[in-house]
């Protein structure tokens, strides 16, 4: 498939629109956390951090996910766009990564007493971050496209079958994270209120991801595109 | 399949041929490990950290590093005149390519490991004591699954530029679970308990090994189908 720019600019404007949307989004959570959702007891004030620092590991999980996903949807069909939105999910899943990585250190030196430990979610987040790290450098160094795509499928792919094994390895150290307060067997222990901001921040981060990774998406149509006009 | 086990085996023998008739590579990560040890020693306050405490996260560090040296060696191998692309062109399923570059490796790693353990226990110290046949095993638990990883990442690092960059930062992740309870079971080995104690460690490494064995010679194909 040849990708024309006219495609791949519709593109762009469409995940501009979606970012748009998610920014604003982000705003309304910033508000609802702020003003219409209660202190939580113990941690005081550095616990808001907590509506922007959780949607976005969820995001960043959600963007290396989707890069080994279809890296192997790469090997098995072969189609380079699902390349192109496996590149687009690995740079916006590093800039989730990063936001994770900041406010994480920020919340946990008032409240753990130290701005890092290494406990299990946040070794595991580190490593994928170096790994999407090294999958960026590793794109960066090859000049054929084709090749370029299989190797950094093959990356994507082993880099989701590590996860399981940091975070259980690290388990089996210790932890010291909060435990789980939304996905866990029982009913969800948290006050409505704060539940809702998070809940909406989820969606208004996914809405981001989505808008972003677009936006990248359509970027990289459009380097295809005018690389074939430039007949390179 | 007994076919791809022996032409594995052939292409595995033919490496370490090569590699016994100049002994660069070999030699070299030898004395890279040897080096390592010494550094270590001094890396540290004798007065305050003694080597044993040290010992354990020494021995897995020397070995990731050394065996990471060896890993571009077998594809850099076959890059030079070409000869991957008689290797490709040749009847031999990939399988059987994976597989005996994958021994290959495994038999450089395990070399440098055999050397620079006693190496090992002479520079710090430590008295093995009983406990040699569980740190083999768990050396070899943990040094299967890694070498599989490397393997797959050699094969694509050496067609990059900036080969020798690109393998360990796109390896070392990998390494990390598999040292992680590697350093586990030998800090506690070495400080005399049973291996029995382990027992969780150990399931964790032969995971880690299969999966990642079976994951690797996979995508491996993947690598050089044009």
């Not at chain 1, 609802?32 to 209660?38: D, I, V």
């Not at chain 1, 616990?47 to 995001?59: D, L, N, T």
């Not at chain 2, 399988?95 to 395990?110: D, E, M, Q, S, T």
């Amino acid at each position: 498939m040849i990708p024309n720019s006219a495609t791949a600019a519709a593109t762009i404007r469409r995940g501009q629109v979606i970012t748009a949307v998610g920014l604003v989004g982000l705003v309304i959570v910033i508000v609802l956390a702020q003003m219409f959702t209660p202190v939580e007891a113990r941690q005081g004030l550095a616990q808001k951090i907590f509506y922007v620092h959780a949607p976005s590991a969820w995001a960043g999980l959600m963007a290396f996910s989707m890069v080994g996903i279809t890296g192997g949807l790469y090997l098995w069909l072969r189609d380079p766009r699902l390349d192109l939105f496996a590149e687009a999910s690995a740079e916006v899943g590093l800039a989730f990564g990063t936001i994770v990585l900041t406010t994480g250190p920020i919340w946990g030196k008032p409240i753990w007493g130290t701005w890092w430990t290494w406990d299990a979610r946040l070794t595991l987040t580190l490593f994928l971050f170096f790994l999407f790290v090294g999958y960026m450098a590793l794109r960066g160094a090859i000049n054929d496209p084709s090749e370029r795509a299989r190797f950094s499928a093959v990356v994507g792919i082993l880099g989701l079958l590590l996860v399981p094994f940091v975070h259980l390895s690290v388990y089996m150290f210790r932890t010291l994270h909060p435990m789980p307060v939304l996905l866990k067997p029982s009913a969800p222990s948290m006050d409505p209120r704060m539940l809702r901001t998070l809940l909406i921040s989820i969606g208004v981060f996914t809405v981001l991801y989505i808008g972003l990774v677009t936006t990248r998406y359509g970027l990289g149509l459009m380097q295809e595109a005018k690389g074939v006009a430039d007949g390179d | 399949m007994t076919e791809t086990i022996r032409l594995a085996i052939e292409l595995a023998a033919k490496d370490l041929r090569v590699e016994l008739r100049s002994r660069t590579a070999l030699l070299s990560a030898v004395i890279f490990a040897a080096i390592v040890l010494v550094i270590f020693n001094f890396a540290r306050d004798p007065a305050s950290v003694s080597p044993r405490t040290l010992a354990p996260s020494v021995l897995w560090v020397t070995f990731t590093f050394a065996a990471m040296l060896t890993f571009n060696r077998g594809f850099m191998l076959e890059k030079e005149n070409a000869a991957i692309d008689g290797l490709l062109l040749s009847p031999m399923p990939r399988a059987a390519l994976f597989l005996g570059k994958y021994l290959a490796n495994l038999g450089f790693v395990f070399t440098v490991e055999a050397v620079t353990l006693p190496l090992f226990v002479l520079f710090f110290n430590v008295g093995l004591g009983g406990a040699l046949p569980a740190l083999l095993l768990v050396t070899v638990l943990a040094t299967a699954g890694f070498v599989a990883v490397g393997t797959v990442f050699s094969a694509m690092a050496v067609r990059t530029r900036f080969a020798d960059l690109m393998l360990p930062v796109l390896l070392l992740p990998f390494m990390v679970p598999p040292i992680m309870g590697a350093v586990q079971v030998t800090t506690r080995l070495l400080a005399g308990r049973p291996l029995s104690e382990q027992l969780g460690w150990i399931r964790f490494l032969g995971v880690f090994d299969l999966a990642f064995l079976t994951l690797c010679a996979m995508l491996f194909p993947a690598i050089f189908d044009e």
